[in-house]
T-cell receptor, first 113, second 109 residues
């Protein structure tokens, strides 16, 4: 069964460092998303991506964040200068069309120290 | 802004019990999703529904659009059903999901 894969599963980084979280969405999907979940809190939307551009972003997704689909298969989330409060589980998701079932990756646990 | 409320926040039950988790939301939606989050953190989609009722194995999801309410039922619950169950919604013309806080279900053998 096709699945969304995320790497790495866990990343520890120093405050102020750049991190890139990687995702391989399901191959025929067209809509891609990043969500995050701070420990003990609910899942929050960060950004959606369609047709090689951001279609919507939340207030959380400030200038420190960027997304890219560099090669037609990977979908990456970059945090330019990490802060302690960026520590969270980051989920990538993809769907074939708007308002259809979203498939989630297993998540990347980011710890900023 | 559409808020999503779930109840209960925590639920502990004996194996075999019938489980109900509730979800309510504040404005009209295009679809409601029930998700399962395992202890390791991964999220799995269980149901997506916009009306009526869906069934998959021992899981049943219902939605009442007029009352803006959905329920997830588990029949003959089993310890392997222990997880966090999350209700989320999508709005018309908007791709993102808005999540509830989740219900932590623990099934005791």
């Amino acid at each position: 069964e096709p699945e969304v894969t995320q790497t790495p599963s866990h990343q520890v980084t120093q405050m102020g460092q750049e991190v890139i979280l990687r995702c391989v969405p399901i191959s025929n999907h067209l809509y891609f998303y990043w969500y995050r979940q701070i420990l003990g809190q609910k899942v929050e939307f960060l950004v959606s991506f369609y047709n090689n551009e951001i279609s919507e972003k939340s207030e959380i997704f400030d200038d420190q964040f960027s997304v890219e689909r560099p090669d037609g298969s990977n979908f990456t989330l970059k945090i330019r200068s990490t802060k302690l409060e960026d520590s969270a589980m980051y989920f990538c998701a993809s769907s074939s069309r708007v308002n259809t079932e979203a498939f989630f990756g297993q998540g990347t646990r980011l710890t900023v120290v | 802004k559409n808020e999503v409320e779930q109840s209960p926040q925590n639920l502990t039950a004996q194996e075999g019990e019938f489980i109900t988790i509730n979800c309510s939301y504040s404005v009209g939606i295009s679809a409601l999703h029930w998700l399962q989050q395992h202890p390791g953190g991964g999220i799995v989609s269980l149901f997506m529904l916009s009306s009526g009722k869906k069934k998959h194995g021992r899981l049943i999801a219902t939605i009442n659009i007029q009352e803006k309410h959905s329920s997830l039922h588990i029949t003959a619950s089993h310890p392997r059903d222990s997880a966090v169950y999350i209700c989320s919604i999508s709005n018309f013309g908007n791709e993102k999901l808005t999540f509830g806080t989740g219900t932590r279900l623990t099934i005791i053998p």
